[in-house]
């Protein structure tokens, strides 16, 4: 939340001005960085620095999707990774579209139940912390995937900066030393020793990883295979079967990105295009933003109580389908042409009502229970070529499953506590699956990661997403709503207070102390029930405008050290 804005509501609310908060974010008058060819967004200053020197390069989008990618996993340990996997949606310059799904898949010899003891009872941790809780990890693959696609500089060129930032360091921001203090004790624990991020780090240190540093130059030597099949690949399962994985080595030869067919859909004169599944994020969006086109949010206005309602009963009845229907494609048939048709979503939406919340047991499918995260990371680049990409990327939980390969400089993610380890029982976000999302051997699990595209008078209009499991998809309806209806700007529309609500629990989350209080009393009396204590925060959405005039803004969240950077 940036500070100017916070500041100008709080005066406001203090003052008992009568002003709602549409208006105070119009006095919040910021654009981004304003940029005439390209620019990278990211979660790290670094990160898009090293993904526009490659654009200055002559690289493209594709170039810069491997350098960004990469510079996050050495300055971004959090989120960026090698060990976990991720999802691309692309734009060309010449409006072909297009996904990349490098989400990590289970071992070969997973099982259904490998989650639960005798008694048929979840296995607490098991699926969150250490070896067990790693998914075949997909990130490599994919970043070399998109860029022998599309891409027109050697890797090497690419993975120079990148190394160097891993041998000569980066600066440990504020944010970064309390999130590694916030984990320090878990961390040591999973690896039995203090590691190379621990609670010694300070704000303004440097940090050099030269384990890290090496393994990219055996990446940037031997390519893709080095991960899979190489010294690398062959280190990194000795050292996970020695933590006791059942991870072998033929689990990470066969694993391959796989290229998908992206979600497209029309609200208003947008069109929207967003992951497919193994990610709900995709289905979920359309199908919110096409229960909520008929009523007229402009007119309703930004966090009105009415535009509240609306979006919180359209987002009740699509996570309400989410855990039911879907998982990976691969392996469910899932009925997406009905789930996004008009005919069901405008039924979905006939018991709504202005008067009162529709009762959660009136909903079927679906049971998903507090889930909330900032755990992921989202980067969007828009080339000089005018190709544009949004990118989402996860360890799953900070740190992933907490396990660092010291010899090799990463962390692995627990990916595999976002499949439904007993179906109807909650993981560890409290996410319930159903049968659709259980554990099979290379199958894929369910996510909430939402890459999106956005288009207007078929020209690129929007590249955007965030992280915050499953307020993920909430984050980035909201942007672009901000955008669309509001008249934001693309800054202002990622710093705008956020809500969130998921079916169950039955409640709206909201970003505390930035909402105009007589709208919380007002969704109460109607008889929501209103949680603005269990978020801090909902999303750190990352984003890219079109302007008018064909320059670029940059939308770069205040909630995280994002940065956008361009030229
Ligand atoms: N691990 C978070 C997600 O994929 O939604």
Known sequence: MSRLLTFLITVLLFLGCKKDVSHTVEEFNTRGLITEKAMVVSARKEASQI?????????????????????????????????????????????????????????????????LDKKGNVIQDLSTVGSMAVGIPGTVAGIFEAQERFGRLEISQILKPVINLARYGYIITEKQALRIAHYDSMIRAVNGKEILYNNNLKAGDKLINLELAATLQRIAEHGR??????????????????????????????????????????????????????????????QIMKMAEPFDLKDYGHNSLKTIQVLVEAEKRAYADRSFYLG??????????TLTSDVYLQNRMKGFSFDKPTAVDSISHGNIVGYESDETTHYSIVDQFGNAIAVTTTLNGGYGSKLFVDDLGFFLNNEMDDFSS??????????????????????????????????????FYMSLGTPGGST??????????????????MQQAVNAPR???????DEIRMEPHVFDKKIIQQLKDLGYTINETKSPIIGIVDGILMLEDGTLEGGADKRGDDTAVGF
Not at 225 to 254: A, C, H, M, W
Not at 423 to 450: C, D, F, H, Q
């Open 472 to 489: 993920i998809i909430t984050s980035v309806l909201q942007t672009i709503l901000n955008v669309h209806e509001f008249q934001l700007t």
């Open 225 to 286: 295979d080095e991960f899979y099949k190489g010294e690398t690949g062959q280190r990194l399962v000795k050292y996970l079967q020695s933590k006791g994985s059942i991870i072998t080595l033929e689990d990470l030869e066969k694993y391959e990105a796989k290229w998908r067919d992206p979600i497209s859909f029309q609200y208003d004169d947008l069109i929207i295009t967003s992951m497919s599944p193994p990610s709900s994020g995709g289905i979920c969006l359309s």
């Open 328 to 337: 990976d494609p691969d392996f469910v048939d899932i009925p997406i042409e």
């Open 422 to 459: 007993k179906p109807g029982e909650p993981n560890y976000y409290g996410l319930i699956g159903a049968e659709a999302n259980s554990i099979v051997p290379e199958k894929r699990m369910l996510s909430s990661m939402t890459p999106t595209i956005v288009e207007k008078n078929g020209e």
């Open 51 to 115: 993904g526009t020197e490659i654009l200055k390069l002559g690289g493209n989008a594709f170039d810069a999707m491997m350098a960004t990618e990469m510079a996050l996993a050495v300055a971004y340990p959090y989120a960026g990774n090698l060990g976990g996997g991720g999802f691309l949606v692309y734009r060309l310059a010449d409006g072909k579209k297009g996904a990349l799904d490098y989400r990590e898949k289970a071992p070969l010899a997973a099982t259904k139940d490998m989650y």
């Open 499 to 505: 809500f969130h609500n998921q079916w169950l629990p």
